[in-house]
């Protein structure tokens, strides 16, 4: 095989060493074919550089994109040929100066890029807005080649973003984020004509301006949900501002509420950017919608945000990596936004054929869903999903049914008894995420509840998960006073398979000794030692540590242990109930849509979504000085055009109706 593919590549060798421009045109379309497969044709890279001259242009086409793909790895041979390459850059065909550009801007060694620069500002003021965008892809390329340059290239950003061709804006903004994200002042002059470009640029463009405008509307304008209470009485006005007739009638009517604080109005520019994203969340493209998603969120008054609910759950029809994206999302705005999820409730019912990651997502947005009035609707579902024989999402039901007992108070009997049924589960693995659910609502009231304590001891004979086990030794000791009978018997149970336990239930026991001795002293004092005996020389460290610290605390040396008289409060202390949290709760200070936000840390190049500003910016900074020549002239002028003929005397003889029809 190494043989023919040597041969073959011989072959293409002497094809582009010919003189036929069809035999050149053979070799580079075979060459980029095999590209696209993925196959190696580095060595190939001496033979295709000669024909960078080659005045047939498809030729050249196919070269430099060949140029694009080996450039970087083939430095020495491409830095030969750099005199061809600037000569491309003159070339009166604008795809052979985009691709000229492309390759020297691919070519990543710092001794040229003083001509890169200059390339790139011959490039930025070119006739070609495909060239133009090119200039605009090389910028970031240059600069993380050599960021000593930023100051021309900001230089070079700001003639471009005055662009106002629709080819170059998304790529310009794109440029701007990698470059200067900070100078939100060179955005100022073009914000408007961004905002009105949108609708007509490629759908990339459309993710990365709708990105940079949300952080830029979060620096420039108020914040449109400051005064809820306001927008709730009177949400016109509020939204889109009021006559001055009707300001004065609402301050005559209402004088204390104006006192108390000034009406939101919302920013006309502020207006303009959500009124121009809107259409497109009817995009075909997930990115494009999601991002519009997140600028209505973290920037739309409180009671438009709905209009995203739609679009959104369309978009759960696609495919699993969309799904999973837009599942984030929702899980984020359902927990301040769940009102307008709610009518789509049925939506995020689980299917068998949904992966698991997408079903613990679903999960998530329906136990962020619930309420008082669809609760018994969505306990139903999960009882269906307990019966899965997916383990993980039977685990992660339980915990949802555990969620939703915490959140709704009224439910709280229902779902416990409903746990507790599932601890005769033939299953271990749900048994086990039972008993651990079970100890954190029995932490709410556990004085009702001391026949369940009973029922699961008797579970330590069957359960072997590690953490079950050390919940059920954790519950018992924690009300042994509520079960005192038993919590011996489980002492001494767990003292006889103390050596082979888990670590974490050898720390459960030794604390449940030590709540025995301190509550029970009579009955369990021989064999608290015998367990702190065999804990004194375990393997590991920790419980080493722990059990000298608890002999020290319960059963003092010297007389005069200051701390072991405090011994029942430290053991004993009544412990706040765990509050089970969504681990979304947090996630909305990240830009929604964002790898920091999908992984709940913040990446490397994440830019920070600024707070709301207490006082609005000067809205003037937007507003672009219209030049002389192109301003209207006044009616009167205008009157006087219309009136005189449109020939001259001599040959509008005809009329004025004549004239007019011309």
């Known amino acids: 095989m190494v043989y023919v593919s040597f041969c073959r590549h011989d072959d293409l060798k002497e094809m582009l060493d010919s003189n036929k421009d069809s035999l050149k045109l053979e070799a580079m379309k075979r060459i980029v074919a095999m590209i696209a497969r993925g196959k190696n044709t580095s060595d190939l890279f001496p033979a295709v550089v000669k024909n960078v001259a080659c005045k047939n242009i498809e030729v050249k086409k196919l070269v430099y994109v060949y140029l694009v793909r080996y450039a970087e790895e083939q430095q020495d041979l491409a830095l030969l040929s750099i005199s061809t390459f600037q000569r491309g850059l003159k070339d009166p065909n604008q795809l052979i100066r985009a691709s000229a550009l492309r390759v020297l801007s691919s070519i990543r060694v710092p001794i040229i890029v003083p001509i890169m620069m200059l390339a790139i500002k011959e490039a930025a003021s070119d006739m070609s807005p495909y060239v133009r965008k090119t200039a605009a892809h090389a910028i970031p390329k240059l600069y993380s080649l050599d960021s000593d340059q930023k100051d021309q290239l900001i230089e070079v950003i700001e003639k471009l973003l005055s662009d106002k061709t629709t080819l170059v804006a998304g790529s310009v903004v794109m440029a701007f984020e990698e470059v200067c994200p900070e100078r939100i002042d060179l955005i100022h002059k073009n914000y408007r004509k961004l905002c009105n470009l949108l609708i007509d640029v490629e759908e990339w463009g459309q993710v990365v301006i709708i990105n940079m405008l949300t952080r830029y509307a979060r620096t420039q304008f108020l914040n449109p949900n400051q005064n809820e209470s306001l927008l709730e009485e009177n949400p016109e006005k509020a939204f889109y501002g009021s006559d001055d007739d009707e300001a004065g009638k609402d301050e005559k009517a209402?004088?204390?509420?104006?006192?108390?604080?000034?009406?939101?109005?919302?920013?006309?520019?502020?207006?303009?950017?959500?009124?121009?994203?809107?259409?497109?969340?009817?995009?075909?493209?997930?990115?494009?919608?999601?991002?519009?998603?997140?600028?209505?969120?973290?920037?739309?008054?409180?009671?438009?945000?709905?209009?995203?609910?739609?679009?959104?759950?369309?978009?759960?029809?696609?495919?699993?990596?969309?799904?999973?994206?837009?599942?984030?999302?929702?899980?984020?705005?359902?927990?301040?936004?769940?009102?307008?999820?709610?009518?789509?409730?049925?939506?995020?019912?689980?299917?068998?054929?949904?992966?698991?990651?997408?079903?613990?997502?679903?999960?998530?947005?329906?136990?962020?869903?619930?309420?008082?009035?669809?609760?018994?609707?969505?306990?139903?579902?999960?009882?269906?999903?307990?019966?899965?024989?997916?383990?993980?999402?039977?685990?992660?039901?339980?915990?949802?049914?555990?969620?939703?007992?915490?959140?709704?108070?009224?439910?709280?009997?229902?779902?416990?008894?409903?746990?507790?049924?599932?601890?005769?589960?033939?299953?271990?693995?749900?048994?086990?995420?039972?008993?651990?659910?079970?100890?954190?609502?029995?932490?709410?009231?556990?004085?009702?509840?001391?026949?369940?304590?009973?029922?699961?001891?008797?579970?330590?004979?069957?359960?072997?998960?590690?953490?079950?086990?050390?919940?059920?030794?954790?519950?018992?000791?924690?009300?042994?006073?509520?079960?005192?009978?038993?919590?011996?018997?489980?002492?001494?149970?767990?003292?006889?398979?103390?050596?082979?336990?888990?670590?974490?239930?050898?720390?459960?026991?030794?604390?449940?000794?030590?709540?025995?001795?301190?509550?029970?002293?009579?009955?369990t004092k021989l064999l608290t030692q015998y367990v702190l005996n065999l804990a004194k020389y375990d393997q590991n460290y920790d419980i080493r540590d722990r059990t000298r610290f608890i002999r020290q605390l319960i059963v003092p040396l010297d007389k005069g242990g200051a701390l072991s008289k405090h011994a029942k409060k430290l053991f004993l202390a009544q412990k706040p109930a765990p509050i089970l949290e969504s681990p979304f709760k947090d996630r909305d200070h990240f830009q929604l849509g964002s790898l920091s936000h999908l992984l709940n840390a913040k990446a490397v190049g994440y830019q920070e979504l600024p707070d709301w500003p207490e006082e609005a910016p000067d809205p003037s900074v937007r507003n672009v000085e219209v030049p002389e020549w192109t301003k209207c002239p006044s009616r009167e002028k205008r009157k006087e055009r219309e009136e005189k003929p449109f020939y001259s005397d001599s040959e509008g003889e005809s009329g004025p109706t004549e004239s007019a029809d011309s």
């Open 254 to 523: 209402e004088p204390s509420s104006v006192v108390k604080r000034k009406p939101y109005v919302m920013d006309p520019d502020h207006r303009l950017l959500l009124r121009n994203t809107k259409p497109l969340l009817q995009s075909r493209n997930a990115a494009v919608v999601m991002a519009v998603a997140q600028l209505y969120f973290h920037l739309a008054p409180k009671a438009e945000v709905g209009v995203i609910a739609k679009a959104l759950v369309r978009l759960l029809r696609s495919h699993s990596e969309v799904q999973y994206v837009v599942l984030q999302n929702v899980a984020t705005m359902s927990i301040k936004r769940r009102g307008m999820f709610e009518p789509y409730l049925k939506s995020f019912y689980i299917r068998s054929t949904d992966p698991t990651q997408i079903k613990i997502l679903k999960l998530e947005v329906l136990t962020n869903l619930a309420s008082e009035t669809n609760i018994s609707i969505i306990l139903r579902e999960f009882q269906t999903y307990i019966r899965s024989m997916d383990k993980d999402f039977v685990a992660a039901t339980i915990q949802a049914i555990g969620r939703c007992a915490t959140n709704i108070g009224k439910v709280r009997d229902t779902c416990l008894n409903g746990l507790v049924q599932l601890l005769s589960n033939r299953d271990e693995l749900v048994v086990a995420e039972s008993v651990v659910v079970i100890k954190k609502l029995l932490q709410m009231q556990p004085a009702q509840h001391s026949e369940i304590i009973k029922h699961m001891a008797k579970l330590t004979d069957n359960i072997q998960v590690p953490m079950a086990r050390a919940s059920i030794l954790w519950l018992i000791g924690e009300y042994c006073e509520h079960v005192p009978k038993i919590a011996p018997d489980v002492l001494r149970k767990m003292a006889k398979t103390f050596t082979n336990e888990e670590d974490i239930v050898k720390l459960q026991i030794i604390n449940l000794a030590a709540k025995l001795y301190l509550t029970n002293s009579k009955q």
